[in-house]
C-alpha cells in the first residue's frame, strides 16, 4: 500500500485503530505497539490489496494485536479500560454519572467479540460489509455479535440500575 | 454512521470518551510511512548524521540542532526548512503545518546510540515524546521532550 494511503488512514482513522487494538490486547502500550507494527508491516510489504485499503488496515491492526495476545500467553494481566478514566461532569446527575460508569464498565466487561464489534461500528465508524471483511467473518454473524452487544448492554442498564 | 441513525444507547455509548494512544504512536506510524516512502529523506538524515558525527554532534557547522537535555526542557525548533539548519539559526518559516521528522538520541559526545523509535534502538527508552509532534510555528516553536537522565539530542524539522 502506497505509504500515504497508510498516513491518510491513520490520520482519519487513528482513534478507531487504537481502540481496536485495546479492545483486544487490553493493555495500552501493547494496543500502540500493534498498531505501529501493523502499519510499518503494511509500509514494508508496500503491496496493493484488493480489498478497501481502509478495511485492510483494521484486519492488519487486529491481527498484529491478536499476535500479542497469543504472545502474552497466560500472564495476568489488569486489563485497561477502552475508555478514559471517568471524570465527572459536575451538571450531571448522580444518576446519569452511575449510568456512564455502567455502560464504561459493561462494554468493557462484553465478550471480545462483542467488543470488538461495538469498538468497529461505534468508534471506528465502519459499517457492517467492512466489520465483515475486517473480522473475516459473514456479515450475518457480525451484525448478530453487534446486535447482542447492545442487548447485553441495555440489560445490564436495565437490571443494575 | 451519523448520529441520526444511531439510536440512544448507541448515541450514548459515542458519547463515552475513549482513551487516548500516547502521542509517540503518532510519531512511530507516521516514522513507519515516511521512512519507507523518503529515500531522500533517509539520505538526509545520513548525511546530518555523518556531519554531526565529524563535528562532534555540538559544532557551529552541526547540519542538525543539538541540545543537551537535563528532563524535562522545552526544545526550541529552530528552523522549519527544507535544507536543514544550524543550530541555533532562523530560517524563514514557510507556511502551514511542521512536523519533526527525525529525533535521534546521543549517549556521548560524537557517539550515536541509535534512531529514536527505529529498528536499531538502544536506549531510546530513556527518551519519549510528551507532546507536540505536529508544530504549528505560528503557535509556539517547541518540542517537548523527556528524559530521566541527560543525553544529548539531535533532531530536526521539515516541512509538513
Not at chain 1, 10 to 28: C, E, F, K
Not at chain 1, 96 to 108: G, K, S, T, W
Not at chain 2, 43 to 65: D, F, M
Request: charged letters at 25%; aromatic letters at 6%.
Amino acid at each position: 500500500m502506497d505509504p500515504r494511503s497508510l498516513e491518510a488512514i491513520y490520520r482519519r482513522h487513528q482513534q478507531g485503530l487504537y481502540s481496536l487494538a485495546l479492545a483486544i490486547t487490553r493493555q495500552p502500550e501493547a494496543a500502540e505497539d500493534a498498531v505501529h507494527e501493523a502499519f510499518a508491516r503494511l509500509c514494508a510489504l508496500g503491496a496493493s490489496t484488493q480489498v478497501d485499503e481502509t478495511v485492510y488496515v483494521f484486519a492488519s491492526v487486529r491481527n498484529a494485536a491478536v499476535d500479542h495476545v497469543r504472545q502474552r500467553g497466560d500472564s495476568a494481566i489488569t486489563p485497561a479500560s477502552i475508555f478514559n478514566g471517568h471524570a465527572p461532569d459536575p451538571r450531571d446527575t448522580e444518576l446519569a454519572a452511575e449510568r456512564e460508569r455502567l455502560l464504561r464498565r459493561a462494554v468493557d466487561e462484553l465478550p471480545e467479540e462483542q467488543r470488538e464489534a461495538v469498538v468497529l461500528r461505534i468508534y471506528a465508524g465502519l459499517t457492517f460489509e467492512q466489520m465483515a471483511q475486517a473480522l473475516g467473518v459473514p456479515l450475518p454473524t457480525v451484525a448478530a455479535r453487534y446486535r447482542r452487544a447492545l442487548e447485553k448492554l441495555k440489560d445490564r442498564l436495565q437490571t443494575e440500575l | 454512521m451519523d448520529n441520526e441513525s444511531l439510536d440512544p444507547l448507541e448515541q450514548e455509548l459515542r458519547g463515552l470518551c475513549l482513551r487516548r494512544s500516547s502521542p509517540a504512536l503518532d510519531w512511530r506510524v507516521l516514522r513507519a510511512c515516511v521512512g519507507v516512502s523518503g529515500l531522500r529523506l533517509w539520505l538526509r538524515v545520513a548525511a546530518g548524521v555523518a556531519v554531526g558525527v565529524a563535528l562532534g554532534w555540538g559544532g557551529s557547522q552541526a547540519t542538525w540542532p543539538v541540545a543537551r537535555l537535563s528532563a524535562p526542557v522545552e526544545l526550541p525548533v529552530p528552523a522549519v526548512a527544507p535544507v536543514l539548519a544550524r543550530s541555533g539559526r532562523a530560517v524563514p518559516v514557510p507556511s502551514g503545518l511542521a512536523r519533526i521528522r527525525q529525533v535521534w538520541h546521543v549517549a556521548g559526545e560524537g557517539r550515536t546510540v541509535g534512531e529514536l523509535n527505529g529498528v536499531s534502538v538502544r536506549r531510546a527508552e530513556q527518551v519519549r515524546f510528551e507532546e507536540v509532534l505536529v508544530v504549528e510555528p505560528e503557535h509556539g516553536r517547541t518540542l517537548r521532550l523527556v528524559t530521566p537522565h541527560a543525553a544529548t539530542v539531535l533532531y530536526g524539522v521539515e516541512p509538513y
